[in-house]
């Protein structure tokens, strides 16, 4: 390899754009080949743009109770859902701007176009001309990403029946929707247009909502759903949808009937990795349509790497950048690998959920595995964000943290926290297990008052039975 080794990145997601950059720090050549616009799903479609919303009605349900707060308003809150999208709109454009600012401060090439890998150094690129070119590099960074899904029993015409995508561009507020699934994703936009006004039913097809979280967490947030207005049906199908000029209806499979104005399809994504060269050149591709990597991100293709959605691993924009560092440092000679049992995660659902580690099921199910008994090789500590001053001086009462550790090591297996801030303040338990802090030792940390970290503290106390601000354990776990 040269002294300035040349990397092609095909895609600008969270992914590859974080990818690019830490390689041209490296001292890499750097080209990236995007198709649409920098920043990819996350920034344009997904992340950013639904969490400026989301703070619009967030900032409306506090103003909703402004009165118990001592503030009066002279009218009620009303959104102008329009004005919401351009503020949106400008968000996001800030951010593709700022990116496409470090693209041309490192000296990476931009090139807006179709890729398909050609060999295993090459990438042929369509570009917007129809005119074609070939990139040839040192090695090649696959950051394709995933996509929305294309359900034949779920015709998406961005209409009526809408994506993700298509429901953030919406400027009027439907008078009812109903969400197929009720995943994160699904939540979310539940708490979003239920703040609006909107009448908002969740179709899922498991025994409870985010089925992936913590049991306590899953049931917690369905009851906070409940007390916005929303509907909540699961363990539920939809058999068949029919259109009409002002609604859809939903066939159920318990024979019942439901009309909605929109349908927001929620149940999932793709892999994008087919059409793009991968099979030609002999790349493995998992069952699931996902590109097979190991721990350094390499595929079984010599220079060929991948990251983020498209390998499956972990769906989630951070979890795409840090292996997108990762792929490209290893190019450069450096050696890194991710921890995927400790990776921090954000609900931005209102009231917001973090989490990190296992749930107390999956604690307990491992506990089981390695023949011990449940009940007594996994310790469980919960506090409520009530018997928080900071909580009860800002009137964000609702919500608890919950942690989970292994008994015997004192090491924390997972925390989960539901309330205000909870995105942010899971950060500190995540630090703790990366680096193997225990349980007595966090707590031990002097935590500053009054504030919401307060309460992981006195969580991790409660394993023991010693949260100062709780009343005596009566039961175990």
């Not at 720090?25 to 995007?34: F, K, S």
């Not at 198709?35 to 799903?41: I, K, M, Y």
């Not at 109770?65 to 503030?71: F, M, N, T, V, Y």
């Not at 953030?168 to 969400?179: G, K, N, R, Y």
Request: with cysteine; aromatic share 4%.
């Amino acid at each position: 390899m040269t002294s300035s080794p040349h990397i092609a990145i095909l895609g600008a997601g969270p992914g590859g754009y974080v990818a690019a950059i830490r390689a041209a720090q490296l001292g890499a050549r750097v080209t990236v080949i995007e198709r649409e616009q920098l920043g990819g799903v996350c920034l344009n479609w997904g992340c950013i743009p639904s969490k400026a919303l989301l703070s619009v009605v967030e900032l409306g349900d506090k103003l909703k109770k402004s009165e118990d707060l001592g503030l009066v308003l002279q009218a009620p809150v009303t959104y102008d859902l329009a004005r919401m999208v351009t503020r949106k709109e400008k968000v996001v454009a800030t951010l593709v701007k700022g990116i496409a600012t470090l693209f041309k401060g490192w000296g990476i090439e931009q090139v807006t176009g179709q890729g398909v890998v050609k060999d295993a150094r090459t990438l042929a690129v369509t570009l917007p001309d129809g005119a074609q070119r070939e990139i040839h590099a040192d090695a090649l960074v696959i950051a394709t990403g995933s996509s929305w899904p294309n359900l034949p029993q779920f015709p998406i015409d961005g209409r009526q029946i809408v994506t993700s995508q298509q429901i953030l561009d919406l400027t009027q507020v439907p008078a009812s929707l109903a969400i197929l699934g009720g995943g994160v994703e699904g939540c979310e936009f539940a708490a979003l247009y239920s703040g609006l006004g909107t009448q908002v039913t969740i179709l899922e097809l498991m025994p409870r909502l985010l089925p992936l979280e913590d049991e306590e967490i899953s049931s917690t947030m369905e009851r906070e759903l409940k007390k916005r207005g929303v509907t909540v049906l699961t363990g539920t199908t939809v058999e068949q949808v029919e259109r009409s000029s002002e609604s859809v209806v939903l066939s159920l499979k318990d024979g019942s009937t439901m009309t909605t104005e929109k349908l927001l399809v929620s149940v999932g994504r793709g892999f994008n990795s087919r059409g793009i060269g991968l099979e030609q050149v002999g790349v493995s591709i998992g069952q699931r349509g996902e590109v097979l990597v190991d721990e350094h991100m390499r595929t079984n293709v010599s220079g060929i790497y991948a990251i983020g959605d498209v390998t499956g691993k972990a769906m989630l924009a951070h979890v795409a950048s840090t292996q997108g560092q990762v792929a490209v440092e290893h190019i450069l000679g450096h050696q890194r690998a991710i921890d995927y049992d400790v990776i921090p995660a954000g609900i931005f659902t209102l009231p917001e959920i973090g989490r990190v580690g296992l749930t107390e099921q999956q604690a307990r199910a491992r506990a089981v595995q390695n023949g011990k008994d449940p009940n007594q090789a996994v310790k469980v500590g919960r506090f409520r964000y009530g018997a928080l001053g900071k909580a009860q001086a800002t009137g964000d009462t609702t919500g608890f943290y919950k942690v989970i550790a292994d008994a015997e090591t004192d090491r924390i297996l997972g925390m989960h926290i539901l309330g205000a801030h909870a995105a942010d303040l899971i950060h500190e338990p995540a630090l703790a297990m990366q680096v193997g802090a225990t349980a007595t030792q966090v707590s031990g940390l002097i935590h500053a008052h009054p504030t919401l970290a307060e309460g992981v503290m006195e969580a991790i106390e409660d394993l023991d039975g010693a949260a100062i601000h709780q009343l005596r354990k009566t039961g175990k776990g």
